[in-house]
């Protein structure tokens, strides 16, 4: 409907009173965005939030910085400096967005809505359910951990996901000391009590037990200096190695620190339960049957999908899936209008293969059925920006392999490819892509990347959907998802680290592993 302008009238001076019809200036697009960790609140951060009507919904009314986690764990940091609440992230978008604390139970595809819950925490007040009605619906709730229902680990184990869990933990190593010390104790009982099980050789389980360990030979050896030789750390990992999703290095490098530190790390060993006092492992190798009195136990092997995100994906035909998919726009595969990223999503990346006529047509710019040489490095270049997820080194290494094909046999360039060179020399690059890890920095630029899509999206009205589309076609209106490695490696146990995080809401200088790993400088 238009609105109703008057003019100012002036009868008396003969003007005529003047009825105009002025289009309604047009309604903001509604974005509704769940969640506030890393994707959600980088997201946040950079989306124009002039031109969009923003809510937020999620159960924590605040951010967490989990890198720092492990640190809290052992009183090294303090809560309360590793969390920022979403009211201040919002107030210094001058408080144009909306945040509600609740938790998002379902989401209706067919008619763009969620429903909600608030007060799920609370255990005083009760809860209240709500929906809201989107026209854009960006996911960024997270995983949680995964279990693999493995029975007694829901009753028996701590989790390091949040802020109270570490918490929780710190007071939980106490507690095994002070029981530790009590009179008329064997000297087996105390070695339970002081006996911390890590289950989970991946860089969580690895940096905690770490913590864990200098906390005790620092701090508690001086504190209950009588049972400080009782104390052991086992690290228990099913596959093979620890941090076996990073480079051979890094994770013999970590095993060689452990072991001169006296942290005990069983590979190959499956926890099969997990009772009050014990937890039941199987040594893959042998078959046996271990029995391992414990006095903490904390859980750290890998992120699960949350139950309400699986409900949804088989609803969206991903029920065999294990994680949500999207495609490089970070669109989520089977519905319109909905984008996910971070934790609980996963790019399905395009292997480079299945388009490699349209590619090599497209390049192929007089139409003769072969390429020059220069239209051939021009295609490799497009390739390197359209396909991101094949791993930049290697693809840079694989694509220098590449041209190395189109040598003849004494080594001279030739000077044009046909079809089946071009895909003889890629060949081998799509056996290179792996999935993007389930990391801060992936998450975070991942936020980033779509708030900048959803800036351009005036400006890329004609082709709101990015299509791919190679240089030498045409431009791209937006580019895929690129996702950049800033992390370099480091050896275990460097001595400062620097947190950068998205803008400027928290950042120190502390000893931890991981920080190693991953740089959170944009
Ligand atoms: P999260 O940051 O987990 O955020 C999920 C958000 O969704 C939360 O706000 C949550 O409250 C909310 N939510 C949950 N359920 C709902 C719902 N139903 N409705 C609405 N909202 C919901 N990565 C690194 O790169 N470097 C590190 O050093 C590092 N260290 C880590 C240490 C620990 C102990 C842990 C647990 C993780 C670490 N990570 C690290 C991994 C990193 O934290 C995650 O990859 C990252 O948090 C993923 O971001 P996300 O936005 O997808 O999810
Ligand atoms: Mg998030
Ligand atoms: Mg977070
Ligand atoms: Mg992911
Ligand atoms: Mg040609």
Redesign the pocket.
């Known amino acids: 409907g238009g609105l109703l302008v008057y003019a100012e009238s002036n009868v008396e001076s003969g003007k005529q009173i003047v009825e105009k019809n002025q289009s309604e200036p047009e309604k903001k697009k509604r974005i509704v965005v ?8 980088s997201f946040l951060k950079d989306l124009d939030i002039s031109s969009y009507d923003v809510q937020v ?4 009314n605040y ?2 910085f ?2 720092l ?2 640190s809290v764990t052992c009183g090294t940091v303090e809560a309360r400096s590793i969390v920022e609440p979403v009211r201040n992230i919002i107030k210094k978008r001058s408080g144009e967005i909306h945040f509600w604390e ?4 379902k989401i209706d595809p067919e008619n763009h809505k969620v429903f ?1 819950r608030s007060g799920i925490n609370d255990n005083l007040a009760g809860h209240n359910d709500f929906s809201l009605q989107y026209d854009y619906l960006v996911v ?4 949680q951990v995964n279990t693999f229902n493995t029975p007694g680990v829901m009753e028996h184990c701590h989790f ?2 949040e802020v109270e869990d ?1 918490q929780r933990i710190r007071r939980t190593v106490i507690d095994c000391f002070e029981k530790a010390v009590i009179p008329g104790l064997s000297e087996e009982e105390r070695r339970t009590n002081l006996h911390f099980v890590i289950v989970g050789g991946g ?2 389980g690895v ?2 037990a770490a913590e864990l360990h200098d906390y005790v030979h620092e701090d508690l050896a001086r504190i209950y200096p009588l049972v400080k030789d009782f104390v052991k750390i086992t690290l228990i990992q099913s596959g093979d190695h620890i941090l076996n999703t990073f480079d051979e290095r890094i994770s013999s490098f970590a095993e060689q620190k452990f072991q001169r530190d006296g942290i005990e790390v069983l590979t190959g060993c499956r926890v099969n339960s997990v009772s009050d006092h014990f937890i039941n492992m199987k040594v893959k190798s042998t078959g046996q049957h271990v029995e391992v009195p414990y006095g903490m136990v904390v859980w ?1 092997t890998g992120v699960g999908t ?1 139950p ?1 995100v699986k409900d949804f994906m088989e609803q969206v035909g991903q029920e065999k899936r294990r994680i949500l998919a999207t495609d490089e726009w970070l669109r989520v595969k089977g519905c319109s209008n909905m984008y996910a ?4 999503a996963s790019v399905d990346q395009r292997k480079v293969m299945e388009d490699i006529s349209a590619t090599f047509k497209a390049a192929d710019k007089d139409d003769s059925g072969t390429l020059s040489m220069e239209e051939f490095r021009d295609v490799l270049d497009d390739i390197i920006i359209s396909y991101p997820q094949v791993d930049l080194y290697l693809k840079n290494k694989k694509l220098l392999a590449a041209t190395d094909l189109l040598r003849d046999s004494e080594g001279n360039e030739r000077e044009e490819v046909d079809i089946e060179g071009f895909k003889l020399a890629l060949s081998h690059v799509d056996s290179q892509m792996k999935s993007l ?8 630029q991942q ?1 980033t990347y779509l708030a900048r899509c959803f800036n351009r999206w005036d400006q890329c009205k004609t082709n709101p959907e990015g299509p791919r589309r190679f240089k030498s076609s045409g431009r791209h209106e937006f580019l895929p998802f690129g996702y950049r490695h800033l992390g370099q490696f480091a050896p275990l146990g460097g001595d400062q680290a620097a947190a950068e995080l998205p803008g400027d809401w928290v950042s120190m200088g502390h000893s ?1 592993q ?2 190693w ?2 740089v ?1 400088a944009r």
Do not use: H
């Open positions: 769940l969640g506030t960790g890393w994707g959600g609140t919904v999620s159960p924590r951010f967490a989990t890198p986690l492990p609740a938790e998002c139970l909600c960024a709730v997270g995983a390091l996901k570490a860089p969580t940096e905690f750290s949350r309400f990223l971070g934790d609980c890890p389930a990391t801060a920095q992936v998450a975070a936020g931890t991981w920080l790993y991953s959170y």
